[in-house]
Structure formats: structure tokens, C-alpha cells
Nanobody
Framework: QLQLVESGGGLVQPGGSLRLSCTASGFTLDYYAIGWFLQAPGKEREGVSCISISGGTTRYADSVKGRFTISRDNAENTVYLQMNSLKPEDTGIYYC?????????????????WGQGTQVIVSS
């Protein structure tokens, strides 16, 4: 069973920034595409961003384009989500997920393994 651990969430004011981390335990992320998903209160989980094995292909939901940046450091076995210009609608639990493919998309059912999530609250 692959283990993913998210960190970096917290309370931030609108316009602020956070950097989320997704670290793998017990396996290497080198062979996995990774996605970030948001579950906002009362809503279904939705794709935010994803990155291919090489990091050469990235995708973003329209709602976060220009504000969020996904990246990976395979040497650190970690994928990051840099979130800038945060808005109240970015509030929720952020999950990272992994799939043993070169590239994946923003559909939750594409992914096999999930972390426990990290909470982000954007509020003044």
C-alpha cells in the first residue's frame, strides 16, 4: 500500500500564499503521476492540478490557472503545490493522489492511492 502524506495547510488571509507538500513513504514517486484535489465543504472532490512523471506535463483547473503552480522534486520524493492569491473559494481539504502512469488528468477516479489530506482555510 502506497502511503502519501500531505502537509502545509493552514489558515491564510485572502490574497495570501501557501505551499502544500505531498511526500511518499515507502516507495518512490519517480514512476507515478500525481494529482492534487480539493474537497470544499459540501462539495464533491474536484481536480486542481496534476503533473506527469517527468514534470514536463502539468494541468490546472480553470479556477486556479495563473495562481497555482505544481512541481515535483523526485530526489526529495515530494510534489508541491504553490498556491498564490488565495481566495475564500479555495477553502477545503486538499488531497494528493498517485497513479502508476506517465501522465494522468484531473479526474479522481483515475488515481489509485490517496493521502489523508491537509486543510486550507482562506478567511479574513
Amino acid at each position: 500500500q502506497l502511503q502519501l502524506v500531505e502537509s502545509g495547510g493552514g489558515l491564510v488571509q485572502p490574497g495570501g500564499s501557501l505551499r502544500l507538500s505531498c511526500t511518499a513513504s515507502g516507495f518512490t514517486l519517480d514512476y507515478y503521476a500525481i494529482g492534487w484535489f480539493l474537497q470544499a465543504p459540501g462539495k464533491e472532490r474536484e481536480g486542481v492540478s496534476c503533473i506527469s512523471i517527468s514534470g514536463g506535463t502539468t494541468r490546472y483547473a480553470d479556477s486556479v490557472k495563473g495562481r497555482f503552480t505544481i512541481s515535483r522534486d523526485n530526489a526529495e520524493n515530494t510534489v508541491y503545490l504553490q498556491m498564490n492569491s488565495l481566495k475564500p473559494e479555495d477553502t477545503g481539504i486538499y488531497y494528493c493522489a498517485a497513479i502508476n502512469r506517465v501522465v494522468a488528468g484531473l479526474t479522481a477516479s483515475d488515481y489509485d492511492d490517496w493521502g489523508q489530506g491537509t486543510q486550507v482555510i482562506v478567511s479574513s
